[in-house]
Structure formats: structure tokens, C-alpha cells
């Protein structure tokens, strides 16, 4: 089992930052993908990014691709997502998430953390 907390979501203006932190506890992280989703309003799941907590291979999802970030830090069990260059369709809420095993199916969901771009 892994639990997951997110945090840093926040109201911020179009062009802005805000960087979201997703705190991991339970069973070890070692080998395990973990990545981050949205979900607007009325809309599915979409995928942001993913990480191997092992590797530190990267995926990001078109949309994400050079305006967010995706690290983690290995002694706190904490993945961080870093976003610039915000626009009004980034607003959502943010989940993180965990794999069961070693690969890229995500089993294991925080509660998830919002974010508001709007001027």
C-alpha cells in the first residue's frame, strides 16, 4: 500500500508558477512509476507525467511538454511537479499517483490538490 498526499495547488494569473509536491508513505517506492494527472470539470482523467521513482525517467503528456517539470527526491519520498508559464486550460485538479509495480499502471491516487489560472 501507498498513500499519497498532494499540496501546493493555488489561484494563480495566466504566465505564472506554482509548484505541486505529492508526499508518499506506506510500501517502498523503489521501482515504482509515479506520476501526476488533471481532471477538469466534467471531463476524464488526463495524463501530465510520469517518473521512474528508480531511473528518474521522464514522460510528459504534449501539453506539458517544456513549460512543466517532473522530479523527485528520493530520501523524502516526495515527487514534485514544477509548472511555468501557466495557462487558463491547466486549470484542474492535480493527482498524483503510484504504480502497484513495476509498471506504468496506476493503482495508488492522492485526493488531489487545485489548481486555478485565471486573471
Known amino acids: 500500500q501507498v498513500q499519497l498526499v498532494e499540496s501546493g495547488g493555488g489561484s494563480v494569473q495566466p504566465g505564472g508558477s506554482l509548484r505541486l509536491s505529492c508526499a508518499a508513505s506506506g510500501s517502498t517506492l523503489s521501482g515504482r512509476f509515479m506520476g501526476w494527472f488533471r481532471k477538469e470539470p466534467g471531463k476524464g482523467r488526463l495524463f501530465v507525467a510520469q517518473?521512474?521513482?528508480?531511473?528518474?525517467?521522464?514522460r510528459y503528456a504534449d501539453s506539458a511538454k517544456g513549460r512543466f517539470t517532473i522530479s523527485r527526491v528520493n530520501t523524502m519520498n516526495t515527487m514534485y511537479l514544477q509548472m511555468d508559464g501557466l495557462k487558463a486550460g491547466d486549470t484542474a485538479l492535480y493527482f498524483c499517483?503510484?504504480?502497484?509495480?513495476?509498471?506504468?499502471?496506476?493503482?495508488?491516487w492522492g485526493q488531489g490538490t487545485q489548481v486555478t489560472v485565471s486573471s
Open positions: 517518473i521512474n521513482w528508480s531511473s528518474g525517467s521522464v
Open positions: 499517483a503510484a504504480s502497484r509495480s513495476l509498471e506504468p499502471v496506476y493503482d495508488y
